[in-house]
């Protein structure tokens, strides 16, 4: 008889949280003890993090920390919160799953490595689980601390890297097409402005959801790069959505980072090489059918905007 598991998702209104969530509740073989975000929970606090496991009472088979410090730029601006949200909390989640013997999946990102491009190389090469990190930035920085406390308590975790994730919520594409619809409705006008020389894997949040859930099916421990297929720049990304959504009008000039006034460095080719996640039969689609079923989806910013 197959057992039900049970799983607490911290960050539950984030965009993985809300796909792992929908998902879950879906699926009669899984139970949500309690999923939780800010306000009614920081998971920084270690008071509240000893009163959410009181809570479970022991019960909890899989403990998913989709919470993050997500604005690129702001870490760099807030350094002190960056690392609150990004390590300090994953180091108590370990520590309190440790002292329950329930399982944790934490959440990373691309931007642990630097993205630098050799430019002795031929080809940039896509990074592998193992390859020496070394991030430029203080989300960067931030989240490979909060790896690292997760791996100083146990090695039986499982930690999950992926990238430039679309979904339910504040993303990239979202924004596209919101800026999109402003020249339509005439509220901005001229080309909209896009990086072309930073290369990446977009992930869908629905999709990254289910390749958690399968790794975890798996029982899969350590470290995976889990990310959508194919690659893109920022620019390609933006004239995908564009195109599929409609607004193939809207001009998208090509720019280099160099042109914007950021406070915190990109990577320029953070590509992760997803092959030991496929190995065990876990892939993710390509990041334009993604985009496809994320933008004729019911979190896609065309249809809210054409329900308002
Ligand atoms: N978004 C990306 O492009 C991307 C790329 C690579 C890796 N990742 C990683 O993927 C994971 C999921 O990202 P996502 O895009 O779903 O993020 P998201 O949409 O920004 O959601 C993160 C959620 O965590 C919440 N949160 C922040 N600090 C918290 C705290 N101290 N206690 C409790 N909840 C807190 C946020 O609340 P507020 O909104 O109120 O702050 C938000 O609801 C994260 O680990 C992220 O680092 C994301």
Redesign the pocket.
Known sequence: MKVTTRWVI??C?????TALVRQLEADPESEILAA????E????DPEAVVRLFDGLGGDADVVV??????HVDRCEREPESAR???AD?PGLLARACDRVGCGLVH?????VFSGEIDPEQARPQAYREDDPTGPNSEYGRS?LAGEERVREISGEFLIV?????F?R???FVAAILGQAESRHRGEAKGALRVVDDQCGRP?Y?VDLAGGIRSLCGLEAVGTYHLAGGGEASWWELARATLDSAGYTDVVVDRIRTSDLDLDAPRPAYSVLDCSKAAEQGVRLRDWRAALDAYLGSEDSPVQLQALS
């Open positions: 911290i960050g209104r984030g965009q993985l949280g939780v975000d800010l306000p929970l920081d998971v920084a920390n989709a919470a993050a410090f997500t609150r949200a990004n909390a959440v990373s990102t691309d931007y989240k890297r992926t990238s430039w994730v979904g919520g504040r993303n992930t949040a």
